[in-house]
């Protein structure tokens, strides 16, 4: 097949092979965990742990723990690191000759240039226009003196451009100092992750001959993990260094570029970003220059494809700036091609478990410094947090990636019609594409992605009913989960020829405070201790049932309606359009198949009608829960229930939290925000959603809300982001010096409001000061919002009040009495004369 020819997925195999691949793809070339490996035990292994024969503690062996450094010491075997594959980047002065070239760069120059130029022409402007006899003296005089400006100006942005790459750029030269570093991350991981660093013999051995395949073309492979924890940067790095791979230049953001951390960051290939590029006309292109030189030396580089990690223990949508400046310094002929490479990275354990349980639930993140490192340092060191595994997706072809998306995908056009996309003029058809770059990562994650035997129990204890689960209970579910699992294509973490029971006591072995044996019973019984925590595990497997459990989740709006099994039933149709209405909203949570909804929605069922969990009426094709699955009390229907319902939860929350955009007006503007009102208020985004998670707080303490889990940062600001999306809300920055970001309730989203005496007397019972009275307005549920609640109410879980009506009177008179004040107030768009924001 000609190389143009391949699919986006396809690697290099057809090519011919160097002397390097030759020995890079040979598997007696490579050794893992001590020994070599031959083509027949590479398919006896599969899996295997990489550090099984290393020593982490000095008391277990002190002549051996003492060997493993001298080995690093004199680079014996892998250590030496001599002839790693890729381009070459441990030699002296390889970082100030890129640093170099960055600010040599034409890019750079010219941003520079024209930077002067504006500064110059603002603080000098020309005096008029120029004579017909020429210019004054007076006028050369001036220009002149703006030349030698200028002159002053380039130079002082040279330095600045210098001190940003300076404190930025990686400092991958010393081979001495990665042997170091490389020995302290082995040991330091070993000693926290004691049952050990797993990875797949056949995903190495593939990667290793495709990074040889690049290097002999002086392509770069851009690594893509998720993030899981601040490990990860250690782990990948690490695990380059061993497979022998040309470690990467990781993109790392600002925080962590902290005291002597930083530098040792630096010297494993850390570069330091900027969170923010905003206001700043130098950084992005310097940034963007030195990305490019990288790519043009063919450099490995290594980007969080979430930006930051995830909280939650699920994938968080991609965020697209760094995969910008890669895929635009393809197209503009930097390199002919970069290969990509996703990774999935799985703990049964991550250290910042109880820091983000803290920021989810609204604690402000702590920034990071040297002291809480060194702090919590001789901690780490003897926890015991169970196993790593890593695995890699097959790299491919961004070229011909990019080369599939043209040729198959169009873009909207003038009119509602579709054009062919337009990768170099149209930067909104440029945003297309690398939208659907990112999802492709994450989907390439999630397929690889091992699930840890932790994300099974922890799964399991929070799907079942009831306050606990006995020990035997608990691993028939366990054994129930991981068929499912294997069942869809998807990989559990092998442990060779340990029982299931034997894998659910290892796994409770590491999530000792997260759940609770309790004892002196009949036999042992487990409960949930910290479900907040126990939600990261469990995050990590719905990706694999998010269709079950949206079918599920639509079905189950039958269900709670009561009545007999066939009135419990659903049509076709009605199940197609609403699931199609839960995915929508859920949208930014999960990453969907290619495959129409149409399409999703009958293989689904028909997978369910298989498992015995659902069945279809071969006259009417209604669905419903199958009489088999209602004699075992619904226990598999309601697991994937239990799966879905802490986010449907935390989207209801955060629609219901709109209504706090749409105060109640006053009589003292009552000219401006009256039922006819022509402004629209608007409130600080921080505030309002501080406001929503103690809004939820409330709600789950009395009952109104079934999920903690539902209250948590990240899913209300997803939920947030999706709204927006919708046309829901708006954002802007405000009109002040110092702006902040504000929100407000999309207009046509707006709920009427009623005067007081329209609604009657005041209720009986209600005392005069009771402070749900003393608007002269009441909100009437009437209008889209009003209907969107109903809507996404009815896939909530069952509970007090929540059949008949989704906004209660309760949750309407917390709303009432606790609105956040309005910063400013535009006009509404249907004037012409609407202008910017007034500050109140």
Known sequence: MPKSDRPHGSTPSSAPQSDAQRQSSHPNKLKIGGGAMSQSSEEGLGDVNVVAAYKAHFRESPLEFLQQFLAYGQGTGW???????????????????????????????????????????????????????????????LAVFKDKKRMEMER??????????????????????????????????????????????????????????????????????????????????????????????????????????????????????????????????????????????????????????????????PKLGILKYVLEGMLN???????????????????????????????????????????????????????????????WSLQNFVKEQVDRREAPGPQGTKVELDLTGNEAHKILLLKALGYRVLADINKVSVIMPAALVGTVILTLRGRGVGRSELIRRVEWLRAGITRKGYKVADFGSMTTAEV?????????????????????????????????????????????????????????QGGTAPMQRMSREDLVRECGFISQVLRNEFVYGTDTLEGNVSSTVEGMVQDGILDVDREDGSVGVSLTERAIGRENFDSFLFLIWPYIEGYWLAAVSLLFLAPPPSESDEGQGGPDSDTVPWFAAKEFEKRAQLFGKTLYNQGELSYLEAINAATLSQAFNRMEELGMIQRRKSSDMKPIPLMALSEDWQPPFERESQ???????????????????????????????????????????RREQSVNLKILRLLEGDHPSVVERTLRKNRPSASRGSRL
């Open 79 to 141: 250590r030496g690191y001599s002839n790693y594959i890729g381009a070459p980047i441990l030699y002296k002065g390889s970082s100030e000759a890129t640093i170099k070239s960055v600010l040599n760069s034409d890019q750079v120059k010219n941003r520079i240039r024209a930077l002067a130029n504006q500064r110059v022409h603002a603080l000098f402007p020309d005096p008029g226009p120029m004579p017909s006899t020429g210019p004054s003296k007076a006028q050369k005089d």
């Open 156 to 317: 002082q942005l040279s330095d600045v451009a210098r001190a940003i790459l300076e404190k930025s750029a990686a400092r991958l030269d010393s081979l001495s100092f990665l042997k170091v570093f490389a020995a302290s991350v082995n040991n330091l991981l070993v000693r926290m992750y004691h049952q050990g660093i797993h990875i797949s013999v056949p995903q190495v051995l593939e990667l290793r001959r495709v990074a040889a395949f690049a290097a002999e073309r002086k392509q770069s492979i851009l690594f893509l993990p998720c993030h899981k924890s601040h490990i990860d940067y250690l782990t990948v790095s690490w695990l380059m260094f061993r497979l022998g791979i040309a470690l990467p230049h990781i993109v790392a953001g600002e925080n962590l570029d902290i005291p002597i951390v930083g530098d040792i960051l630096r010297g494993g290939g850390g570069f330091f970003i900027r969170r923010s590029f905003a206001g700043d006309q130098l950084y992005p292109i310097v940034i963007k220059e030195y990305i490019e030189t990288l790519l043009e030396g063919g450099k490995n580089i290594e980007v969080f494809v979430e930006g930051t990690r995830s909280r939650t223990g699920k994938l968080l949508p």
């Open 333 to 395: 002929g930097r390199t002919k091609d970069v290969w990509i490479c996703p990774i999935s990275l799985q703990y049964d354990s991550v250290i910042e478990s109880e820091t983000y349980v803290s920021e989810l639930l609204g604690k402000p993140k702590e920034s990071e410094s040297l002291l809480g490192l060194l702090s919590g340092s001789s901690t780490l060191l003897q926890l015991k947090m169970g196993r790593i595994d890593i695995r890699f997706e097959t790299p």
């Open 504 to 560: 659910v006591d290892r796994a409770l072995s590491v999530m000792k405070g997260l759940i609770t044996e309790v004892k002196d019973l009949m036999e042992p019984t487990f409960t949930p201790e910290k479900r907040f925590e126990l939600s990261f595990y469990r995050n990590q497997v719905i990706h694999i049932f998010v269709s079950e459990a949206l079918a599920c989740a639509t079905l189950y709006t039958k269900v709670k």
């Open 759 to 801: 609604w009657g007397q005041r209720e009986v019972g209600k005392p005069e000061d009771d402070s749900s009275t003393k608007s002269r307005y009441r909100m009437v549920l009437k209008g889209k919002l009003p209907e969107y609640l109903d809507h996404l109410g009815q896939f909530r879980r069952e509970g007090k009040d």
